[in-house]
């Protein structure tokens, strides 16, 4: 049966890319020219950024299939900051992108499908099912195990939705928990690894990957092959391979 | 120096009363004698929470010393979830009551202090810092290791602000990773809870308990005794621990 993934890899070999482009809501980012056609309050920084971001995604969404918003940068202006998130959303989509939210949620099950409803799933809105933010993919954090990650993938499987699990991150200190070894002398994130398969199983399309997938750092290139072994049906989420720019970060999907 | 940590002590001794209140909207457990005074769309539905919600705060602000509201049930409301959100962070903080924000945050460096400026710090509106959500305390997923957590310590001491850290967590799940053993014998989640222990060293208060604290599942209390031995400055906060209910659900704060 087709999937997300196989929607994705199309439009992978469409474009012949495989990058996925990060936006950033930054206000300290955004050009003079964009910043003085609008005030200096809270709305009108949303709208400079609203217009920044928009624009790039219009010199972009014709190249790049796909583009990640990270949650962080839209929270960190409040409620106005959720509404720009939410804003951007909707016109990536209009764009035809495959729209990724990098939220790294993860809670307890009946908290982790509060969660999962609020970006791949459907909430109870004035009695009939209703997408809330309605993106493709979520990231998820797998610290609280199956329970946690459970409620994303049935809506996974309900809603042809994805989800991106933190494998092997690509920050400085990412060993500290990852890379600790178990009795067996496997490193952790190779544990994490072998629970991604499993949870994935099931959500294999015809070309072999599942709406599983992992988050892997690229600066750690040794532990990238180890892990395509342990993971052969998901794809990765690449950060820090391409190019890094100042208010667009980009992220590699890659078979 | 009196701390947070002295602070919430205080209102434990004067209330004689180590609980938190965590309050969770979901509209389904509103009863309908608030529900029919609201119109059902999500605008009525979150007036309908909201009304609830603050007559849950309105019964007990005056006998509970702190509250905990869960991101997830507000996120899953959209953007005016998020307004909502921000509405019961200031009304419970209009009852003096200590409010935690169950958000289980983490990310890389500067993402991570994204989502610290959001909850904890501050962020440059209109030229001028200012709080965002504004809590008292946030939860942190610590899977991705120090410079995750080290933006919100830094918001911490700078702000006299709190981080509760997974550590040991009551879901069943949460020994698939955090049980695993190491190679020198001992479980991750202890690993976890030396690392919270040295990340909170720096922000200890007068009563000798540190801004940083630990979130532990009364599920397992054999742990709870080895995790108090490997975290002696940290507070406990430990859902499952008293009474849970239908719309709200009570967890302990604990030396």
């Known amino acids: 049966m087709e999937n997300l993934m196989d929607r994705l890899i199309e439009k992978i070999k469409a474009y ?76 990536c989509k209009s764009k035809d992108m495959i729209v990724m939210a990098d939220v790294k949620r993860g809670d307890i099950g009946s908290t982790s499908s509060g969660y999962s409803k609020a970006y791949l799933g459907k909430n109870l809105i004035n009695e009939k099912e209703e997408a809330i933010f309605d993106v493709d993919f979520a990231t998820v954090n797998p610290y609280m195990g199956s329970d ?28 500290e ?16 690894a072998r629970l991604v398969n499993s949870w994935g199983e099931e959500l294999i399309g015809k070309n072999g990957y599942s709406n599983v997938s992992a988050v892997v750092g690229a600066t750690y290139p040794k532990q990238l092959e180890e892990l395509r072994k342990l993971m052969p049906h998901s794809y990765f989420l690449i950060p820090g391979y391409g190019a890094q720019r100042r208010k667009s970060r980009r992220y590699s999907i890659r078979i």
């Open 148 to 175: 946690c990650v459970n409620p994303f993938i049935e809506d996974c499987r309900k809603y042809d939705k994805g989800i991106f699990i933190l494998v092997k991150t690509s920050n400085k200190s990412s060993g």
């Open 16 to 91: 012949n890319n495989p990058t996925v482009i990060g936006v950033d809501t930054r206000y300290e980012l955004v050009p003079e020219c964009v910043k003085e056609k609008y005030s200096k309050d809270i709305y009108g920084m949303c709208n400079a950024m609203l217009e920044y971001s928009k624009a790039l995604i219009d010199a972009t969404y014709d190249i790049i299939p796909a583009v990640k918003l990270q949650s962080a940068y839209f929270e960190m202006y409040g409620v106005e900051g959720i509404k720009l998130y939410k804003e951007m959303i909707e016109y």
């Open 177 to 192: 928990l990852q890379d600790l070894k178990t009795e067996d002398g496997e490193e952790i994130y190779k544990k994490v």
